[in-house]
DNA sequence: ACTGCATTCATTTTT
DNA sequence: TGAATGCAGT
């Protein structure tokens, strides 16, 4: 902590001499300088919702109010953590230390670690992933013997989730909840699946939150320890809390004999994740459940252009269950262009009207880095994706698979548990046949055995049979040479540290030969992926740490650098913003989604009006929205209608184009649309005209693409070269997305 | 214990 | 359409 001393408090200043208050409007400000008793902020899309939250919670520190432990400040999302704690760093001029400013998760396993006695775990509890947790579900599931058609596993899986985002605890689960899933066993298993947790000194994700607020709600004491800690509490993106969540910081910020000192900012015009247990509900009730409270609407929007956020607001209005605001625009810019509405022939001709526009905007000087396309579900980036692959525009996909999510990741982790954490029999049964050392059901159901009557976990046990010779043949030799691996590893974790450790387990596991001898095309780049992982490992200074990092942060920063168009979903994008925003597939069945209509009603419909309306205002300066006439559905092509949003944008922010009906002719669909006026946008040095000018790259040279693995070069123009990959494809691509082999 | 064929079924996924 | 699972065959 700083004794550096703050600058001079001066509450509920005027606002001389200090420069943090400076250029706020006076919602803002009063959003920030309203620091006692219960506060909601609304704040609507680009009205500068971080900034208050960074500087409400540097002013309490300014102005001595809490020190900067008292402070809880809880986000959803790693990065809005990391945003928040760098912001509030700037404006102290400082990094501090020892916040309580974290992610929900992160801040309650914090919590769960100092009281784990009382969820029946040791302080050294292991986070388990998805993987993980399925397949004990599964494990657990056996014994019922239920029909695996009818009750699949993930079905449970979700129902014991959605259970967790309530806060109930098995034994708070009532018959009338248990009704949905193997005629009246979901609780039962729901049981067995936390005791085995317990058993296995683990807990999924869930759990997080569902040990620390059932230890709150059950331990007087504890809250007790809490309340005396934080003298102020934030929350970010309230509309997306779960029941739990709720409970959580309801129990916090209740204590007797105060006020609540408790701000919620967020926008229920926002709330796009219901269906993963998020309750608008909570942010709609924020005044009954705290009294007193005090409500500011954040309206001016600094963002768009008024055509954009008049698009914008035209459609929200069709909601109903509003807490109602108004954007307006902060800048007077009335030259911006309306939003853009297309129809085109066919979902291939969408692609291709999407990337010609892309590439007009960037031919009048626009950076990709500023361009997105947003779609509503993941199976519509692909015909983008082929696209933007043939006409050489480089892209990035937003919320693929992410690196901790990796197979060779996972297995490498699982590798690092079992080091770490020698009982954690997930991670010894993950890793136990990968590489293959002939362990298939049955050798694996004697290991079990064997640890089961010994009563100890499973790498033990493994241990012990191995010590008697209990194995034979080929699958004897190679477990008793992995136990003799993970043994000499843990001497060298003490004498020469985590990264060598990892590194000579890998290798004396097999498991880095494994992918050397495999022969396809991901195989480098899963080596390659593991150096990675060596390389972050030695970031922290113990495997502890990095294992705890890893299972809550499961983020690492890969390939940023270069302008790339980004390619994502509609919920990928919340938080974000670009100067220009495609918005494909606006089509009845596809957005708005069939599915949420028929599962969800009207309040599906609001929720997927919602995401149009979050689809829209990430736009700065354009909005192109397109729909196309058929569009081809698993195997066959069926007509589509347009969506019923195109007709609530009003007429007077909307241009509209159609290019639908007759078959393309093949050639620029879209230029015509784009003809209006230079960009506004400076031009900046175009990143991708150096990524042009690029390597000597010759006729005949083995090259490697990230995608099409490895080819040779078979043709070039000044752009793009020409490479027949292994696969016996060729394709036109740009130099800069090829590396030399 | 592994391989290959058939069958199934397709949203959104902050942690 | 294609990927991902599950079952039967070797």
């Known amino acids: 902590m700083s004794d550096h001393s703050p600058a001079p408090h001066l509450p509920s200043s005027t606002g001389e001499g200090e420069g943090y208050l400076a250029r706020l409007n006076p919602e803002q400000r009063t959003a920030i300088e309203t620091t006692d008793g219960p506060l909601l902020v609304l704040a609507g899309a680009g009205t500068g919702k971080t900034r208050v939250l960074t500087t ?25 953590a990391r945003e928040m704690r760098e912001r509030v760093g700037v404006i102290l001029g400082e990094a501090v230390e020892g916040l309580w400013l974290g992610t929900f998760h992160a801040l309650c396993a914090r919590m769960l670690r100092r009281h784990a006695e009382y969820a029946g775990l040791t302080q050294s509890f292991t ?15 056996e014994p019922w013997q239920l029909d695996t058609k009818r009750w699949p596993a993930p079905g449970l899986m979700g129902v014991i989730q959605r259970w967790k985002d309530r806060g109930l605890t ?14 009246g066993h979901a609780r039962a298993i729901y049981t067995a699946y936390q005791t085995r947790l317990r058993d296995l000194n683990a807990c999924d994700f869930g759990d997080l939150m569902l040990h620390v607020t059932e230890i709150l709600r059950t331990r007087p004491d504890v809250l007790e320890q809490y309340h005396r800690l934080f003298r102020y509490i934030l929350v970010d993106e309230y509309q997306d809390t779960n029941t739990v969540q709720y409970l959580w910081l309801r129990l916090l910020a209740k204590r007797s004999g105060t006020q609540s000192n408790i701000c919620c900012v967020g926008d229920d015009d926002q709330s796009i994740y219901s269906w993963r247990g998020a309750e608008v509900e909570n942010i709609l009730r924020f005044e009954k459940d705290f009294p007193g409270a005090q409500i500011v609407r954040l309206e001016r929007n600094y963002r768009s252009t008024q055509h954009i956020l008049g698009a914008a607001a035209g459609l929200i209005a069709h909601n109903g269950e509003r807490l109602g605001k108004t954007l307006r625009s902060g800048k007077d810019d009335a030259s911006g262009e309306k939003v853009r509405v297309t129809g085109v022939w066919d979902s291939d001709t969408e692609a291709r009207a999407v990337c010609d526009a892309a590439e007009s905007f960037r031919a009048k000087g626009a950076s990709l880095a500023e361009m997105a396309i947003l779609v509503r579900a993941g199976f519509q980036t692909r015909a983008f994706e082929e696209r933007l692959v043939q006409t050489g525009l480089p892209y990035r996909i937003v919320g693929g698979v992410r690196f901790y999510e990796r197979t060779e990741i996972r297995d490498a982790l699982a ?12 991670a010894f049964e993950r890793i136990i046949n990968v590489p293959k050392r002939g362990v298939g059901p049955a050798g694996l159901q004697k290991l079990h055995a064997a640890a089961r009557a010994r009563q100890v976990p499973l790498a033990a046990g493994t241990q012990a049979l191995v010590a008697e010779g209990g194995l034979k043949g080929k699958m004897g030799a190679e477990i008793t040479k992995l136990m003799d691996a993970l043994s000499s590893t843990r001497d060298i974790l003490v004498r020469e540290g985590h990264v060598v450790a990892l590194e000579f387990l890998l290798e004396e596991s097999g498991y880095l030969d494994m992918w050397r001898n495999d022969r396809s095309v991901e195989a480098p780049g899963r080596l390659e992926n593991l150096k990675e992982l060596t390389r972050a490992l030695a970031d ?8 705890e990092h890893v299972a809550l942060v499961m983020e690492h920063d890969e390939n940023a650098g270069d302008a790339k168009l980004s390619l994502m979903t509609l919920h990928g ?49 354009h909005a192109l929205i397109y729909h196309a006439d058929r569009r081809r559905i ?18 007077e922010h909307v241009v509209r184009k159609n290019n639908g009906g007759t078959q393309p002719r093949g050639l620029n669909l879209s230029e015509s649309v784009f003809d209006n006026g230079p960009l506004t946008s400076r031009r900046r040095q175009d990143p991708l005209a150096a990524s042009t000018t690029l390597p000597n790259f010759q006729l005949g040279d083995q090259v490697r693409h990230p995608r099409f693995g490895v080819g040779v070069i078979i043709g070039a123009d000044r752009h793009q070269l020409e490479v027949i990959f292994e696969s016996g494809a060729t394709k036109r691509l740009l130099s800069s997305f090829i590396e030399k082999v």
Do not use: C
């Open 56 to 80: 409400r919670f540097a002013h309490i520190l300014l102005t001595e109010r809490a020190k900067p432990w008292q402070i809880l400040a809880v986000t959803f999302t790693n990065k809005a």
């Open 127 to 141: 986070i388990l992933d998805t993987d993980d947790q399925m397949r004990l579900l599964k494990q657990v599931m």
């Open 170 to 183: 098995p034994a708070r689960v009532t018959d009338a909840d248990d009704t949905d899933f193997a005629n």
């Open 415 to 426: 590798y690092m548990r079992i080091l770490h954490q020698p009982a954690d029999d997930l």
């Open 540 to 547: 922290f200074g113990t495997l502890g740490e990095f294992l």
């Open 573 to 621: 994008a919340k938080g974000l913003e670009f100067d220009i925003v495609f918005l494909p597939g606006w089509e009845e069945g596809v957005f708005p989604s069939q599915r949420t209509l028929d599962e969800g009603g009207l309040k599906g419909l609001e929720e997927e009006r919602r995401l149009a309306y979050v689809g829209i205002t990430r736009a700065k300066k």
């Open 634 to 651: 698993y195997a066959n092509w069926q007509p589509s209608m347009p969506s019923r949003f195109l007709d609530e944008l009003p007429e």
